[in-house]
């Protein structure tokens, strides 16, 4: 992914993260509940090895296992980590959003797309508030990258990013694989080889084990998230 | 967000008139519009809420900005041969979106602003209940909850943010776990002694602090550990 003119846009991804996480820890204290009752707590958690309170089946895997590797390694607390990595998950959907856009429109139209999604306001402010929701904007930019190139890897990492990062992504990374599997099924003559289907699979698998043991660790039921417990618990 | 959305499906609706729609197009289009039903639905079935919060969906409209940015610098094009100026409508809202950024970084720090008094409000209470506690650094038994995250840290505090017990390395006392906590700190008239989720618990005013227009008030429970 780095070539040449790659590199413009990963400069300004780094850029833009290195900046906007050192004004945050140094400028903007976090005070949404979410993050710093829950994240941040998990994340000091992590970092210390208490596994039984470092994760919980609603949130996910990723986000807390980031935002822990980041408090461990750089002695930040939970509170600044968690925006260190909501900032990293905006500022780096920056690079394949920039693919898509050019792919889609050209260079220019790229730029301008990239720039308005830094500057968002709403993604903005999940970023600095410390929330995972940026996260997102990574995992659909992977997707969107996985579309255009036809890449499975790119789609794999953006369905695995989807399942673990939110409990709500299972379903939408589901519905996703299957369209995509669906389009492959459908475009014989483009002779896909096993890898277009696999890898997604894989990406899709690998999520769903992670959030499948964790939900199973701490409720007893084989499902991605204690949310389909209601609807799933009494056939499980 | 949700302006550059509704300028991309505008740019999207254009785009299909006049038959500019690639079918690469349309598959992006379609992660978002999979996103979006598959997150209402959910929605709808396990929460019972009818429409969901903008934060659930609205992440995937990362997608979209390729159709907002064409959208606008056609506008821009267009309009700027008879008013010169609409050239920059693009770098003037890039522009204003950044600036906007910045002062949401800075606004802890205006004096004036009820997160500035929050954040006051934080460090003062911080010191009196570090100042004061003497209980359990955690809980030895803590329940798990499958609607909400619990950890076992104490104190127990309920505040008028949730940065008071996390910089206290404590916890936040929530309805849902039934914590009796052990500090009460919020904006006086705000806070309700006889509330039935104190389970009865009795507090004494430690101290108050006055930021501005806002008083806050710091209050402790009497006696010893709450039967949990």
Redesign the interface.
């Known amino acids: 992914m780095i070539t040449a003119d790659a590199r413009k846009i990963w400069l300004l991804a780094i850029c833009h993260w290195v900046v906007?996480a050192v004004?945050?820890c140094l400028?903007?204290?976090?005070?949404?509940?979410d993050s710093?009752?829950?994240y941040?707590?998990?994340a000091d958690?992590f970092a210390r090895g208490e596994w039984a309170?470092a994760f919980?089946?609603?949130?996910g895997v990723l986000f807390q296992v980031l935002a822990g590797t980041v408090v461990k390694l750089t002695g930040l607390g939970?509170?600044n980590a968690v925006q260190v990595v909501s900032i990293g998950f905006l500022s780096v959907?920056a690079v394949p959003?920039w693919f898509?856009?050019r792919?889609?429109?050209d260079e220019?139209?790229?730029w301008?797309?990239?720039?308005?999604?830094l500057?968002?306001?709403?993604?903005?402010?999940?970023a600095?508030d410390g929330?995972r929701?940026?996260g997102?904007?990574l995992?659909?930019?992977l997707?969107?990258l996985g579309?255009?190139r036809k890449a499975p890897v790119w789609y794999a990492l953006g369905l695995f990013v989807l399942v673990t990062l939110v409990s709500?992504g299972f379903?939408?990374a589901s519905?996703?694989l299957f369209?995509w599997c669906a389009?492959w099924c459908a475009a014989r003559a483009e002779k896909p080889g096993v890898e277009t289907f696999a890898v997604p699979v894989a990406g899709w698998l690998a999520g769903t084990a992670a959030v499948v043991v964790l939900t199973h660790a701490?409720?007893g039921y084989w499902l991605p998230s204690?949310?389909?417990?209601?609807?799933f618990g009494g056939a499980i | 967000?949700?302006v550059?959305i509704v300028i991309a499906l505008l740019a999207i609706a254009y785009r299909v008139r006049m038959r500019l729609f690639?079918k690469?197009?349309f598959?992006?289009l379609?992660?978002?519009i999979?996103?979006w039903v598959?997150?209402e639905?959910?929605?709808a079935?396990?929460?019972h809420v009818p429409f969901p919060e903008?934060?659930?969906w609205?992440?995937?409209g990362?997608?979209l900005?390729?159709w907002?940015?064409?959208g606008?610098?056609r506008l821009s094009s267009a309009m700027s041969s008879r008013f010169r100026p609409a050239r920059y409508i693009?770098p003037a809202?890039?522009a204003g979106?950044?600036v906007?950024?910045i002062v949401?970084?800075?606004k802890?720090?205006i004096p004036g602003s009820r997160?500035y008094a929050?954040?006051r409000a934080?460090d003062w209470a911080a010191e009196k209940i570090s100042a004061d506690w003497n209980g359990p650094a955690m809980d030895e038994h803590?329940g798990?909850s499958?609607?909400?995250?619990?950890?076992?840290?104490r104190p127990v505090v309920c505040a008028h943010?949730?940065?008071l017990?996390?910089v206290l390395n404590g916890?936040?006392s929530t309805v849902l776990d039934g914590d009796v906590p052990d500090y009460i700190c919020d904006e006086e008239g705000k806070i309700d002694l006889a509330a039935e989720r104190l389970h009865g618990a009795r507090y004494e005013l430690m101290d108050r602090l006055t930021v501005g227009k806002r008083t806050f008030a710091l209050y402790r429970r009497k006696g010893g550990e709450p039967a949990r």
């Open positions: 906007l004004l945050c400028f903007y204290p976090v005070t949404l509940s710093i009752a829950r941040a707590p998990m958690h309170f919980h089946p609603r949130f939970g509170d959907s959003l898509v856009v792919r889609l429109f220019r139209i790229a301008w797309a990239v720039a308005l999604m500057v968002s306001d709403d993604l903005s402010r999940y600095l929330l929701d940026t997102k904007c995992g659909f930019a997707l969107g579309v255009v709500y379903a939408v519905v996703l369209g389009h701490f409720t204690p949310h389909y417990i209601k609807i | 967000m949700i550059a690639t690469a197009e598959a992006v379609s992660i978002f999979v996103n598959t997150i639905l959910q929605i079935i396990c929460d903008k934060r659930y609205v992440q995937a990362v997608l900005l390729g907002t940015a064409w606008m610098y693009l809202a890039v979106l950044a906007v950024e949401m970084v800075m802890p720090h997160r929050y954040l934080v803590m798990y499958s609607l909400n995250y619990r950890h076992p840290n943010t949730a940065r017990p996390y916890r936040r």
